[in-house]
Every structure is written in C-alpha cells, then in structure tokens.
C-alpha cells in the first residue's frame, strides 16, 4: 500500500496551539500538494488527521481536492501518539490503495523513520511537506520504500490541469 505522510500547512503563529488556523499560504500550499497526490492516480481511499485545528484544516483541503469523502478524524495522530498508534491505521484492503495522514513534527520523521529504518535525522518535514512510502503489508516497519518527499516551495512553478 502507499502511504503519504503529511504536515500540516502553514499555520498562524499566535494563539492557542490546538486553535491556530492555516495561513492564506498554507491554504494554497496544500491545495497545490494535492495536486501532485491526484497526478499520481493512485488509488487514495482516506485522509486521515490529527484533531489538532490546522491538521484538520489541511486534510479538508487534502479530501476537497481529491474529491473523496470527509477527512477522519484520528486520536492516535494526535501529537505525540503517531508512533505509538501507527500500525493500526494502516487497515486498507489491497497493496494498491493509498491512505493520507496530516499530523505534526516532530511526530512526522519519528514515523517516517520507524516505517523506513532510516535514522530520523535524515527527514526534513517543514509545513505542508509530503512523504510518500510504498509499505509492504503487513509487516512495514523498517521495510518501506521511499517513493518521492515534496515542500510546497518545490511546486511553487507548478500550475495544475
């Protein structure tokens, strides 16, 4: 299956930590990200979130652009739980479908790395950045495939059909 891993876009940088909306930029930053999850036609069944505001905010933007159901909700992507919760997310029928995760550093390159088995250090995960790994189901752990790894700043020149 193919996962792609998510940081929220870019929030604002005062208020409550659990209530900062997405910037104007980071609206468009991750409206442009998903262009490049639909150019890769694959079969992406669910966006899944933090319930954190702006990670919530980027995966209904994320869904409202891939045309799929609502965004769910997900405690176990909540900041500081990823790691723990990850295996149990990754319930999708067939190697060929796709899931989303939106969720937040430093969570993002501690799954990154356990998924991978490489050091964590070597993910650089600024808002709106996008992973994606191809997992050998069921047993990913250490053993995924690094597709492609994309910062909004990279697509900036790129303007969707």
């Known amino acids: 299956m193919k996962l792609i891993i998510t940081r929220h876009g870019q929030a604002e940088k005062e208020g409550d930590d659990s209530t ?18 639909r150019a890769s036609d694959w079969n992406v069944r669910a966006v899944l979130s933090s319930p954190v505001l702006r990670a919530r905010q980027t995966a209904e933007i994320i869904a409202r652009e891939l ?4 965004p769910r909700e997900e405690e176990r992507l909540a900041p ?3 790691r723990d919760g990850m295996k149990e997310l990754l319930d999708l029928p067939s190697n060929s479908d796709a899931l989303v995760w939106v969720f937040h550093a430093p969570d993002v390159a501690q799954v990154a790395s356990a998924l991978t088995g490489l050091p964590e250090s070597g993910f650089y995960f600024p808002s709106g950045t996008m992973l994606a790994l191809n997992l050998p189901l069921p047993q990913p752990e250490s053993r995924s495939m690094l597709i492609w790894t994309v910062q909004p700043e990279y697509l ?6």
Do not use: E, V
């Open 67 to 70: 045309k799929l159901d609502a």
């Open 20 to 37: 900062r909306n997405l910037t104007d930029r980071g609206r468009s930053d991750m409206a442009l990200m998903s262009s490049l999850i």
């Open 80 to 82: 500081g739980r990823a």
């Open 156 to 161: 900036s020149k790129f303007q969707p059909t």
